[in-house]
């Protein structure tokens, strides 16, 4: 009987064991599954969970789609604006056409001026200023400093020869001075025409200066009082051209647009007969502190005695713009950031 009992509670405290260690595996079972699933909670529902990378990442693909998008367009307007005249490849400073340009261009404002002619400048490239800008006289610019010396008569005393070559350029000084003018905008593809600061501004109906030469006319004689001068068959000088004012239209535009006083001489296309009755016949200029002055070409003197002279000043040419022109950058409000001429 003792041995049947003994068996019994042997075989129980084995169930017992047995049961023991298998509520034990089922809770550390529980406790791992909880921590599995709060890991797998947080990776999906968290933060920075699966649920909402994938949100991220289809906002960031969004994000991209407009930018994409408002590129695209950026692009094309850029593309329609270079065609249609308004607008460049460089998006911080949009082209100006001609008529926008005009209505948003400032006396004194700075223009980049390409001439065409490699040896002026840089590779010739001149700094403008805007001269005028309206109905009566387009859209002008001059130049900001001298861009070659003009050299105008011959230095003789008693000589006749002497007398007769600065007799001549004293006569034909505005057509010199604007020829030379001219060159810097037959040179150039933005000008449609040319002419020496001090000559007449005014647009014709072909839409090119009009009557830049215009000089007045008459025949000089030396005071019936003189000496004849050796070798003069005549009292008649040969000086046809008296005095002109056509030089008071770009002075008074240039004064208002502070570009009057440039620090350095040059010619104005004016003569001057200095008066009835002394023989002397002069070009005007401008000197270095913006005083307007004028240079003797040639004269006689009571006692018979002629002096010719030479005089060699700079020259600022005044550019009507052709309306083909745009600007392709700049803004005009000094030289660094001046306008930058296109086709």
Known sequence: MKEILKSKKTNINKVVKSNGI????????????????????????????IFRTAEMAGKNYMDAQDKELAGLIDFE?????????TGNSNTDTPVTNYETLKSVAMPGDYVKYDTGIESVGDNGIKTFRVLYNDGIYGLQIISDKNVENVTLGTAGYNDLSAWETSMASFNNAIDILNQKAEYYATSSQYALDGRCTGSVPT??????????????????????????????????????????????????????????TTEEYYWLASRVNSSPTYCDFRIRYVAIDGGLSNNSLCYT????????????????????????????????????????LGI
């Open 22 to 49: 298998t509520l034990i595996a089922l809770i550390i079972t529980i406790i791992v599954l909880l921590i599995l699933a709060g890991v797998t909670i947080n990776l999906t529902l968290g933060e920075n969970g």
């Open 77 to 85: 307007n850029t593309i329609n604006n270079i065609i249609g005249g």
């Open 203 to 260: 647009i014709g109906a072909d839409g090119k200066f009009n009557a830049k030469n215009t000089e007045v006319e008459g025949t000089s004689f030396i005071p019936d009082d003189y000496i004849l001068p050796s070798g003069w068959t005549s009292k008649d000088t040969g000086c046809k051209k008296l005095t002109d004012t056509n030089y008071t239209t770009d002075k008074q535009a240039m004064e208002a647009a502070s570009i009057w």
């Open 301 to 340: 003197t009571s006692d018979g005695n002629t002096n010719a002279r030479e005089h060699s000043l700079g020259l600022r040419p005044c550019i009507l713009l052709n309306q083909d022109v745009k600007v392709i950058k700049g803004d005009g409000s000094s030289e660094a950031t001046a306008y930058e």
